[in-house]
């Protein structure tokens, strides 16, 4: 294939199309990911990122994000950072400097405002109301009852391959808590000359297995890009007790994916030899099963 692209969830089908029509357009394949991200973050119906995110326990959006070019393996990534419109762009910045690539809290914040990104209270009314509401209520932290990060995996014309994630992370975490997304090798990972992949869910259970290094590690093993998902969603399941949801996709040099989950799991991919389209991955009898969603408002899952 010559592009191709794959990304998390339903909410991600529009960006991800997008990021097709630009990586068909011959663009690079990072900024192509970025502009698909930035539109899941910039629309406010989803909850788990960007603006319309669901606050911590606190009531302040606090958001994460990475990004890493397989040409050079750098990466660039940002953590708990309060007020700024696209932490995607701001994470792809930090890719470029030799040291400080990963920057949370008020450094990253600081180095926002500084480089003039742009600035928005990603707090809306409905999840500032939602907040209120159920703030006295919840008492276990779970993934995907709105925690859904965004994951996009591309492969340009060149042959470069990136990976980007954004989140807003886990609905009434501890402030300052921040998840796997910003942490390459946990919540993503890229190197053009084997692959790549990303990782939504607990970023505490994605975290202790290194799950998209572990993944990208077996394709250059020489397993196929969905052997390669399917052994590592195994042995993460198999070493971690009491796993909770996780959903993991890739994508190898040649454009080809995987996807390996243990919950009903929405993804989108599209390439110059197929149209973009849903997919529904489901856990079945301890696999995974992949089908294609003819109609896509069948899927309420964002």
Not at 79 to 93: K, M, N, T, V
Request: charged share 25%; glycine share 10%; net charge negative.
């Amino acid at each position: 294939m010559k592009w191709a692209a794959i990304s998390t969830w339903k909410m991600s089908f529009d960006g991800c199309k997008k990021t097709l029509e630009l990586l068909a357009e011959g663009r690079k394949c990072d900024e192509s990911l970025i502009e698909g991200v930035c539109m899941v973050e910039d629309e406010p119906s989803y909850t788990s990122v960007g603006y319309g995110g669901l606050p911590d326990k606190d009531g302040r959006v606090t958001l994460d994000g990475g990004f890493m070019d397989g040409d050079t393996l750098r990466f660039g990534a940002v953590g708990c950072i309060e007020g700024f419109r696209s932490p995607i762009r701001i994470a792809h910045s930090l890719m470029n400097y030799e040291f400080n690539n990963l920057l949370v809290g008020a450094g990253a914040e600081k180095y926002a405002e500084e480089k003039g990104f742009e600035k928005r209270d990603n707090l809306t009314e409905k999840s500032y109301q939602k907040y209120l509401s159920e703030k006295d209520k919840i008492e276990t932290l779970t993934s995907y009852d709105g925690h859904d990060t965004v994951c996009f995996l591309g492969k340009d014309v060149s042959g470069t391959i990136c990976a980007a994630v954004s989140t807003s992370g886990l609905y009434m975490k501890a402030h300052g808590r921040i998840g796997d997304s910003p942490i390459p090798g946990a919540g993503y990972y890229a190197d053009s000359e084997i692959g790549s992949a990303a990782s939504t869910g607990v970023g505490e259970d994605v975290i202790k297995t290194n799950a998209t290094f572990r993944l990208v590690n077996k394709m250059a093993q020489g397993l196929s890009v969905q052997k390669a998902a399917d052994e590592t969603l195994n042995e993460i399941m198999k070493r971690l007790a009491d796993c909770r949801s996780i959903s993991l996709i890739a994508l190898d040099k040649d454009g080809n994916y995987g996807v390996a989950t243990n919950c009903d799991f929405p993804f989108v991919y599209g390439s110059d030899e197929c149209e973009v389209s849903l997919y529904m991955a489901r856990f079945v009898n301890g696999k995974t099963v992949i089908k294609k969603v003819d109609d896509i408002s069948e899927v309420t899952l964002d």
